[in-house]
């Protein structure tokens, strides 16, 4: 009798351990769907004058720039005679000019040209900077990256502040053939959503330069959101 009991007992202890560990549960999910919808950083040259077309006379000094929203207008003192004139026109990233210079989604570029110029002529143009994104937008730099003469070019790294002149020397023979100023545009102003910001350029050419000789620059203007730092 007593060995029964001895075999009865381990048998009994693993089937209630059986049955107080298997249980059943239940389980729900939940789920947070999101989106975000960023803005767009867009802005453009829309606009774009000079102080000196064909049939003015040419102009011996920066003078001073407005616009109304509509029309520029150049002022400043010129000389008696009419041997240069400066152009500009908008194209866009592929280098493709504007038809007829109007406004169009996508000009990212200004090109000027200065003709038959000469020591201490003052050529001046004036342009818009459209807002046609969605955020605003600031101005975090403004540099001279690039120089050339005669298809020699040189990268550079110059800061234009505004009010300041930047004198070039492109060859590096201590002579500086042109200068280069900014009164109108300045790192840190800011566009508005639908709103435009006025710059001009003025190129002053120098005694350094040479007859006969082409020189070109490249200048750079950084664009970011309002509260880029």
């Known amino acids: 009798m007593e060995s029964k009991i001895m075999v009865f007992f381990p048998i009994l202890l693993i089937a209630l351990s059986v049955v ?15 989106q975000v919808l960023t803005g767009e950083l867009d802005v453009q040259f829309s606009a774009q004058a000079t102080n000196d077309p064909d049939g003015e006379k040419d102009p011996k000094e920066c003078g001073t720039w ?26 866009d ?10 406004t169009n989604d ?9 003709e038959n110029g000469y020591p201490s002529y ?49 060859d590096d023979d ?13 790192v840190g102003q800011t566009i508005d959503v639908g709103g435009w910001l006025l710059g001009d350029l003025c190129i002053h050419i120098l005694d350094g330069a040479e007859e006969n000789t082409s020189y070109d620059f490249t200048i750079e203007i950084v664009v970011g959101q309002f509260n880029a730092p």
Not at 133 to 147: A, F, R
């Open 20 to 34: 107080g560990f298997s249980y059943a549960y239940w389980t729900e999910t939940l789920t947070i769907y999101g």
């Open 66 to 91: 407005t616009y109304d929203g509509q029309q520029f207008t150049w002022s400043g003192d010129r000389y008696d005679f009419d041997v240069a004139n400066i152009t500009c026109e908008l194209v």
């Open 93 to 102: 990233e592929d280098d493709n000019p504007s038809e007829g210079g109007s």
């Open 106 to 114: 996508g000009n990212e570029k200004i090109r000027i040209n200065v």
């Open 122 to 170: 003052h050529g001046s143009v004036a342009f818009t900077i459209d807002n046609i994104g969605s955020i605003p937008v600031k101005i975090l730099g403004i540099k001279l990256v690039e120089v050339s003469k005669d298809s020699t070019t040189k990268s550079v790294n110059v800061d234009l502040t505004a009010c300041q002149w930047v004198q070039v020397d492109v």
């Open 174 to 186: 201590e002579k500086n053939d042109f200068e280069l100023h900014l009164s109108n545009l300045a």
